[in-house]
Every structure is written in structure tokens, then in C-alpha cells.
Nanobody, 126 residues
Framework: QVQLVESGGGSVQAGGSLTLSCAVF????????MGWFREAPGKEREGVAV????????YYADSVVGRFTISEDGAKNTVYLRMNSLRPEDTAMYYC???????????????????WGQGTQVTVST
């Protein structure tokens, strides 16, 4: 069974930076889609950034392009999300997600992923 262990998150002022980490265990095929989703109070969970663990191709939501960077370290089975120029609207619970890669690309839809972390809170204040 695939398990995801998240770390990072916290509180920061607008304009600041944070890095989230997600380690994956228990997979049977290393060709995965992994990434980050977020859920703000009263809003649906939305895709932020995802990456292919083979090849390292990344995909981003329009709202974070140029500010967030997703990367992967195959040796550590870990995916990172570096978040720069944070805004109050980035405040949300951030969830790591993973699934076996089914197509050439990785999607940003919630339904594309069956494995989820427990979530880590990111709060950006003015």
C-alpha cells in the first residue's frame, strides 16, 4: 500500500517562502505521478503542482506559475514544493497526492489520485 509522509508547512508573512516535502513508501512501480493539492475553508480541493517521478516533468496551476516549484529526489523517494512570494490566498491545507502513472502526462484533477497524505497547514498573513 502506498503511503505518503508530509513535512513542512507553517505560518509566514506575505512575500515569504516555505518548502513542503512528501516522502512516498510502499509503491510497486517507481513510475508515479506525485504532487500537491490544497483545500481552503469552504473551497474544493484544487491541484497546485504535480510531477512525473520518471523524467521529472512538472505541471502547475495557473495561480502558482512563477512562484512555486515542484521537484523530486528519486534517491530519497521525496517530492518537494518550494513556495515563494506567498500570498494570503495561498492559505490552505496542503495535501500530498500520488498514483501510478497512467498516461504520458500527470493531471491536476483530484480524481487522478488514489493515495493521499494527511495534510499540512500553510498560513500566509498580511
Amino acid at each position: 500500500q502506498v503511503q505518503l509522509v508530509e513535512s513542512g508547512g507553517g505560518s509566514v508573512q506575505a512575500g515569504g517562502s516555505l518548502t513542503l516535502s512528501c516522502a512516498v513508501f510502499g509503491y510497486t512501480d517507481s513510475n508515479l505521478c506525485m504532487g500537491w493539492f490544497r483545500e481552503a475553508p469552504g473551497k474544493e480541493r484544487e491541484g497546485v503542482a504535480v510531477i512525473t517521478t520518471i523524467g521529472g516533468t512538472s505541471y502547475y496551476a495557473d495561480s502558482v506559475v512563477g512562484r512555486f516549484t515542484i521537484s523530486e529526489d528519486g534517491a530519497k523517494n521525496t517530492v518537494y514544493l518550494r513556495m515563494n512570494s506567498l500570498r494570503p490566498e495561498d492559505t490552505a491545507m496542503y495535501y500530498c497526492a500520488a498514483d501510478y502513472r497512467k498516461a504520458y502526462t500527470c493531471g491536476l484533477r483530484r480524481d487522478d489520485y488514489n493515495y493521499w497524505g494527511q495534510g499540512t497547514q500553510v498560513t500566509v498573513s498580511t
